[in-house]
Structure formats: structure tokens, C-alpha cells
């Protein structure tokens, strides 16, 4: 057992004054960051690249584009796979073709992706924020079947950082009430739902690869569907609303996904398997190493299904000595650039919404909960270790560290 009287000792932290945020020099030299930022090989990013220069062929659906919609189609299994400038435009699009006519409502989680509610926005249309189920942090069956009404006019199920939704419960209530069903899969791109892959649930299921995903496109995101009717639509808006030379079909705008980009992330499509073992091998070193760390829980992977291992989450217990203000303050001065998830919630921040669900007793009690730590490309095992020992000091020396801060008035 380690006390106040016997202190862990991290790395180069012997005393308080060694924490960066008392004057210390930085646990790292370099930012970890949560974001991916997976470097798949140069070389093989030219391969690609090559091709679409030679045929001279830059964007509109070039060769890249469209070898890139027929491999995520694979790895989605799903009939149609439209790539797009990014995830948010995916989204926007997807609703705007399916919201039922003459209603205004989308139900979304409140305790979600910090952008989510512009998005509805941008789509004509008004968020209605959802609770999420305490346990699972993802919003389910029951949490939406309440705000179902005259005026709702889509469904907005998220995927959760750590494992889905119940996907199932909520195709049937969709269904069921005659809403349309649209996921944002970004978190969970590479997983299965019963073996099944994501990617065909729902009416469609939106995806990013800005380089902080799974899949790096730079920029970049992609809708899936097996709706053949919304894949042209889909098809025909993403590209001014044009079928063809001229013909305007629907209303329109200009999303389409360079070739540049599409090099980058087949090239990252190509590097995905050993990705995905890399991720596991973090995720691991996580999962050992923070058994060790008292007053923290780490967010385990249902590795019955297919996982990312993307993104680490830890919750921070009721024993953890510290708030979750201090201990970021203490780690980014560290340079270890961890994250509060999803705080503060969308209906604290979200001027333009409705918020029917006004007591959001859940969603208020997770604010601050739940930490994502630094993952992806520019994370070594060695750096978890240090990030364990780090938060290990940071617990058993918490009494002298608050003195200090408020001494200090920090
Ligand atoms: C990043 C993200 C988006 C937006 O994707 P962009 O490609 O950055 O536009 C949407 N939803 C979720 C859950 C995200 O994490």
C-alpha cells in the first residue's frame, strides 16, 4: 500500500516542486495526444496517389473514390458506401434525406460528440436531447421511446466511445414508430454488433476520417447504406444535386471527397489489420498497468465482438482523491493531453435547442466522470507506463498537491 507518508516515486518525481504545474519540467517532451493520427507507409500513400495523377483525374468520383467505396462497402458488408468531405456533412446529409416530411425533431444524446447538435442544425432541423443509460454511456431503446412525438422527424443514435449501443432495441422501436434511423458509427468503424459488422444498421450509418479516426483521410467521412433509392440521392447531393452533365435532381452541395484524400486513407485501409494490433497492444499495456492505479477504472472493450481499441477511457471513482479539473490541469502540464468526455453535455452549451428532458439527472452525473487518455499513432507502451506512474504519484500525494494549488492559488 502506498500513503501520504510513504509517496510513490514517478520517474523524475521525487517531490512536489518536480509536478510541471509547480515548475517541474514536463514528464514528456513531446504532446500525447487522444487523437489517432495513424501514419500508414509514405510509399504506399504515393502508389495510390500516382494513380489518380497519371489519369489526371483530381475529385468527381475519381478512380481512388470510388476503389475506396468498394473496400469500406467490404469492410462495412453492406451495399453501398458513399465517401464524402467529412463526417459532419455525412451526417447533415444523411438526415436531410431522411427526416419525415413536415416534422422538425431529431433525438440525439445530450452526453455525446460536442458538434452533434450544429449538425442537426445545419440539417433544417432541431435537437432533442435523450438521456443515456448510466452504465453503458449510450442512449438505448428506453431513453428515446419517451421523446417520440407528432414532430419527430429522425432518430440520431451514437455510437459510444467504449463498445455500441443496443443496436437491435433500437432498430425495433425505429421501426416500429415509422422514424427513420440514422447512426453516427464514427467510434465504432471498426466493430461488430453480434458478429455482424456496423456499417448496415439503421437507415444509414456515418462515419469521419479526419486523421484523428480510425481511418486517417486527413479529412474525410463516408455514409453506409443498403437503401439503394438513398444512395443515389446521397449521390446526387454530394455533388451540387447534379445527375449527370446538368440534370438537377435535388437540393444540393458540394461534399465530394478529393483523390488525394481517398489515396490516404486506402493506404491506411491497407495498414488497418496491423493498426488494430497495435491499438490492442496499447489498449493492454493500458489495462495492466492501470490495475495498479487505485481510484480509476479502466473502460474495458467487449472483445466478444470485433474492436478498434481505439480511443482509452478511465473513470475516475469515487476514491480518486482529486476532481477531474486539477487532474488534467496536472497532466497537461505533464504534456500528457488527456480529455474530460464529453463535458460539459450538449444541453448546458447548446444555445438553439430544445431540451424537453430538462432534468438530465444521468447525463449531469457523468460530467467529469470519464477521462480519455492519450492513444493512436504517437503513444509507445513505455509512454502508458510513465502515464500510470504519473497518476499513481498524482493519488498518493493528493493532500500536499490541493495544499499546493491552493496555496498557489492555481
Ligand atoms: C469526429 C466526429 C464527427 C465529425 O467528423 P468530421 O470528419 O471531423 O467532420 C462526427 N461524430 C463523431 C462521433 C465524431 O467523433
New binding site residues.
Partial sequence: MTSENHPVKCGAKNDLTDLALFGGSALFDKFLSTSNLVKPSFDVFLDYSKIFYTQGQYTNRGPLSQMLEARLAKLHDVKHCLVLS??????VLSLKCLALTGRKNVILPSY??R??AD?VSWAGLSPVFCEVDASTLAMSAETVAPLIDDNTAAILA??PIVNQCPVDDLETLAQSRKIPLVF?S??STYETVNGRPIGSFGDAE?F???A??LINGF???YVTTNNTELANQLYAMRAFGFVGQDEVVTFGMNAKLNEVHAAMALACLDDLDSQIVRNQERYRTYYTEFSTVPGVRLLEFDEAERCGYKCVVIELLESWPLSSEVTLKLLHAEKVIARAQYTPPLHHVSASSEVRNAEMVVTNSLAGKYLLLPSGHTVECADINQIAELLKYIASNSKGIIAEINGRSL
Wanted: glycine residues 16%; hydrophobic residues 35%; proline residues 0%.
Fill in positions: 467529412g463526417g459532419f456533412w455525412a451526417v455525446t460528440y458538434k452533434l449538425i451514437v455510437h453516427d464514427v467510434e456515418c469521419s476520417m479526419h484523428s479516426k479529412e474525410g467521412g
